[in-house]
């Protein structure tokens, strides 16, 4: 496995690899890996001949105030386990290199980007979209591997790809849980043994959502009454959204005729969580 900082030096790999007519995949991370990265990593192996992993706590998409400097990070044990899941490259870089001096040219994917996350945090899907379209121009992959633990993202970049004919085909892998269902997330490491379990008022409130809609019931209101319900017998649970809508637009629905993304966003104490489900 090869590890690399420098983007002049990465490109050339790249170039050798495109002369032997390799396919890449790329898994885009911030890193502090668990098996929901590692998932990604295995399903490029499988696809792909050369798995490019990056690893960059991208500033851009993050907010005045969010947690950038607190981050989890630990480079050792994140570039293990990308060897042990099969990554051959891992991309490194620090903030100077990806926007260097006078950077100011930035990616908007309009529509899908105002709702649900793009709402509460202002700014961080221009962050988003634009460190992909760059990593998108430095590995040339021909698969980039997301999760749909962040569903909204992976609606972003397949919007993106597709309005501005990127030549990388996207594949989205199902989220990896905890056993007792939290899905797994880089920032669960911010709870302590309380908050864990108050977390779990996330995946309690979907599976309501599913066992609701098995029961026949379309009406979202009627659904997300009960969710919320669910996430607030928690104390310290402080709700950003709780929403069904279409999972192309991320419009709000009337009633559930379609195939519905259901996503919540949760403050426990002062960490953020995410988590969906679809109803099919
Ligand atoms: P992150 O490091 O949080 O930016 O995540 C990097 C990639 O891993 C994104 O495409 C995420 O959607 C994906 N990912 C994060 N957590 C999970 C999970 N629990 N299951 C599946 N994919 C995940």
Redesign the pocket.
């Known amino acids: 496995m090869r590890v690399y900082k420098s983007i002049e030096l990465l490109v050339n790999e790249i170039d050798s690899i495109k002369r032997r007519r390799e396919t890449i995949g790329l898994?885009?991370?911030?890193?502090?890996?668990?098996?929901?990265?590692l998932?990604?990593i295995r399903k490029a192996r499988k696809d792909t001949d050369c798995v490019v992993v990056s690893?960059f706590v991208?500033p851009i998409q993050f907010g005045p105030g969010e947690d950038l400097k607190q981050y989890p990070r630990d480079l050792n044990r994140d570039l293990r386990l990308c060897r042990a899941s099969g990554a051959d490259i891992v991309f490194f870089p620090t903030s100077k290199i990806m926007y260097s001096n006078g950077f100011s040219s930035y990616v908007n994917v309009e529509g899908p980007t105002d709702r649900l996350c793009g709402a509460s945090r202002p700014g961080h899907f221009k962050g988003v979209a634009t460190v992909v379209a760059k990593l998108f121009n430095i590995v040339n992959p021909d698969i980039a591997?997301?999760?749909?633990?962040?569903a909204q993202?992976?609606i972003v970049i397949k919007k993106m790809v597709e309005d501005l004919n990127m030549p990388v085909k996207i594949k989205?892998?199902?989220?990896?849980?905890e056993k007792d269902g939290l899905?797994?997330?880089?920032?669960n490491a911010y709870l302590n043994p309380c908050q864990r379990r108050q977390a779990l008022s996330l995946y309690r409130s979907l599976k309501l959502a599913q066992e609701l809609y098995k029961k026949g019931e379309k009406d979202p209101k009627k659904i997300i009454k009960g969710m919320r319900r669910v996430i607030l017998k928690e104390k310290g649970a402080k709700i950003d959204y709780v929403s069904i809508v279409d999972t192309k637009k991320l419009k709000g629905l009337n009633r559930i005729s379609e195939k519905a993304l259901v996503a919540v966003a949760v403050k426990i104490g002062k960490t953020r969580l995410i988590d969906n489900v679809i109803l099919n």
């Not at 989205?172 to 849980?177: A, E, L, S, T």
């Open positions: 898994v885009p991370t911030m890193g502090y890996l668990h098996e929901g990265h998932s990604l690893i991208n591997y997301f999760g749909q633990k962040d993202q992976a989205v892998q199902p989220i990896v849980r899905a797994m997330s880089s920032r």
